[in-house]
């Protein structure tokens, strides 16, 4: 049965958000990461700066959407490559990390890393083409709907983020033990990586 409103079928769209936002990625998996080496409140400035960087992204999707393809036609190519190089760039910083307490003198990542990120992902810009494209396609295209919809699913992404921070941070005292530390890491560095790879393949796929 559809849920509809504004032409917007919410039975479809939300089982997809949700699923989309909350399964692992870059955002989540550095989020997770970080809340393990440096807790909920440091990393706050990385989480808003993700929040911020997929609002300004969805904001560019909902205004583009219907030309970019067009005029641009190489455009998620290139951000593929981009993005992946970013994302393995990550992945390595991910692996070196210390999450030992005295050995935590580097800074976690910051705002402007939160943000870049999201610029550079093309899946989070991929589910922003899909989301005005196809689920909000026939919603009126006034200025409204265009900042009001990419505000809503920044703040899913928010709460996405927050919930595997915590979870990062619930596990942060086994990280004492350095084995379970660098297998951690490496798990987590490894993820990033497979996700570069099928952001890079993905070229090949289409």
């Known amino acids: 049965m559809k849920m509809a409103f504004m032409g917007i079928d919410f039975a479809a769209l939300i089982p997809f958000a949700l699923i989309t936002t909350f399964s692992p990625g870059p955002n989540t998996l550095l989020s997770a990461s970080m809340g393990m080496g440096f807790g909920y409140k440091r990393s706050l400035p990385f989480l808003l700066g993700i929040w911020t960087g997929f609002t300004l992204l969805f904001i560019a999707c909902a205004f583009l959407v219907n030309t970019l393809a067009q005029k641009l036609p190489m455009f998620r190519d290139v951000l ?21 307490v005295e050995d935590q003198l580097t800074e976690p990542l910051g705002f402007f890393n939160g943000m870049v990120l999201q610029l550079l992902n093309p899946k ?24 009001l919809a990419p505000v809503a699913f920044a703040t ?3 709460s996405a983020t927050t919930t ?10 086994f990280m004492k033990h350095s084995k379970v530390a660098k297998a951690i890491q490496t798990i987590f560095a ?16 289409r």
């Open 164 to 173: 595997w921070t915590l979870f990062g941070a619930a596990i942060s005292t």
């Open 80 to 100: 593929a490559v981009v993005g992946s190089i970013y994302i393995l760039w990550l992945a390595y910083k991910s692996y070196k990390a210390s999450y030992r």
């Open 124 to 147: 989070v810009i991929i589910y922003g083409f899909t989301i005005f494209s196809t689920y909000l396609g026939d919603m009126e295209k006034h200025l409204g709907s265009i900042l």
């Open 156 to 158: 899913l992404s928010l």
């Open 190 to 205: 490894l993820s990033l990586v497979l996700i570069a790879f099928d952001m890079f393949s993905s070229i090949f796929n």
